[in-house]
């Protein structure tokens, strides 16, 4: 089955400041998605990405898939309290499988 | 509203009880899917159904059954064979195998 690798496992960042995190599938991705959690909710869709060298926006965060459809980057610039949470990326085959999620802290 | 409803949100098992968790959806979506998540770890897959009165097993499907004998509806019965069943259980559902899930809000279900 497709394995999902993301990282940082944890990220803690000063409110204003820029972060990344990054998925990596031991398969190519034919479809990659980004969901949020808050602790003990259930996850939000973010953003959908298909096509290699695709990168898409929604209000300060930015999701990209490398041309070789093996690994996504999420990135969030000038961070605030509200982008903390836990991050999902989650892959399609014949199922959807999930990365172990990243957990954002941000400082005020 | 559309949307997908779990419940209950809070469930407690007693020793060699089995307990079903309900989630219902009016999305009209086709495929639905059952979660496992861990404290501090990501979501595993238990089952997944396509269409109605078929399911397959995910990667942790042992100890848990599903029945779909209705689009909306996609139960999922922890059984007694489950030994370390305390976790938060999460129900997503889309509307064809590559489409975006949609999810629940959980149920966290906790060993007496």
């Known amino acids: 089955s497709q394995e999902l690798e993301q990282s940082p496992q944890s990220l803690i960042v000063q409110e204003g400041k820029n972060l990344t995190i990054n998925c990596t599938s031991s398969?190519?991705?034919?479809?990659l998605y980004w969901y949020k959690q808050k602790y003990g909710e259930g996850l939000i869709f973010l953003m959908m990405l298909q096509k290699g060298g695709e990168e898409k926006s929604h209000e300060k965060i930015t999701a990209k898939l490398d041309e070789k459809k093996q690994q996504s980057s999420l990135h969030i610039t000038a961070s605030q309290p509200s982008h903390a949470g836990i991050y999902l990326c989650?892959?399609?085959?014949?199922?959807?499988?999930f990365g172990a999620g990243t957990r954002l802290t941000v400082k005020p | 509203d559309g949307g997908i409803t779990q419940s209950p949100k809070y469930l407690f098992r007693k020793e060699g009880q089995n307990v079903t968790l309900s989630c219902e959806q009016n999305l009209n979506h086709d495929a639905m899917y059952w979660y496992r998540q861990d404290p501090g770890q990501g979501l595993r897959l238990i089952y997944y159904s396509q269409i109605v009165n078929d399911f397959q097993k995910g990667d942790i499907a042992e100890g848990y059954s599903v029945s779909r004998e209705k689009k909306e509806s996609f139960p999922l019965t922890v059984t007694s064979a489950q030994k370390n069943p305390t976790a938060f259980y999460l129900c997503a559902s889309s509307r064809g195998t590559y489409e975006k899930l949609f999810f629940g809000s959980g149920t966290q279900l906790s060993v007496l």
């Open positions: 398969k190519t991705l034919y479809g």
């Open positions: 989650g892959a399609v085959n014949n199922d959807m499988r």
